[in-house]
């Protein structure tokens, strides 16, 4: 399993929101973008995934902006990244039957690699947004 730039900029802009904004001050991409040395055209496509999960709010105008749809602390790592990634499992026979050529039921490495997955489901299903910003040399939480 590889994290792409998607998943990693998802936690960074969850991470930011969390630091820099609430539903009464909300904060712009620009400057999310600023701060963290990324492209807001692409944090724009990233941030409507995290709109569509229900992990980000928005709000237009004067005061408008982003933050958080829900507490800092009950936004987990595993949703952020099935937002911004999709499908993470380490293997595709996992989710769906693959044209590897092996028969899923016979194949000797499945089961490992499904116990595997449901290990790093459960990590990042425990670790949240607030966990991030409370171990970030940037505590600003």
Not at 80 to 85: F, Q, R, V
Not at 108 to 113: A, L, Q, Y
């Given at each position: 399993?590889?994290?792409?730039?998607?998943?990693?900029?998802?936690?960074e802009i969850a991470v930011d929101l969390a630091m820099h904004a609430d539903c009464?001050?909300?904060e712009s991409l620009k400057n999310i973008a600023r701060r963290r040395g990324l492209s807001e055209k692409y944090l724009e496509r990233i941030v409507k995934m995290l709109y569509s999960a229900g992990i980000v709010s928005s709000a237009r105008g004067v005061r408008g902006g982003y933050c958080l749809a829900k507490d800092a602390r009950e936004i987990t790592l595993l949703e952020?990244?099935?937002?911004?990634?999709?499908?993470?499992?380490p293997v595709p026979c996992l989710t769906h039957r693959p044209d590897c050529g092996i028969e899923c039921d016979r194949?000797?490495?499945?089961?490992?690699?499904?116990?595997?997955?449901?290990?790093?489901?459960k990590a990042a299903g425990e670790v949240t947004v607030a966990d991030v910003c409370t171990k970030s040399?940037?505590?600003l939480y």
């Open positions: 399993m590889k994290i792409s730039t998607k998943g990693r900029y998802a936690l009464d001050h909300r952020i990244l099935e937002a911004s990634e999709g499908e993470l499992a194949c000797p490495t499945r089961e490992m690699w499904g116990d595997m997955w449901q290990i790093i489901k040399r940037f505590n």
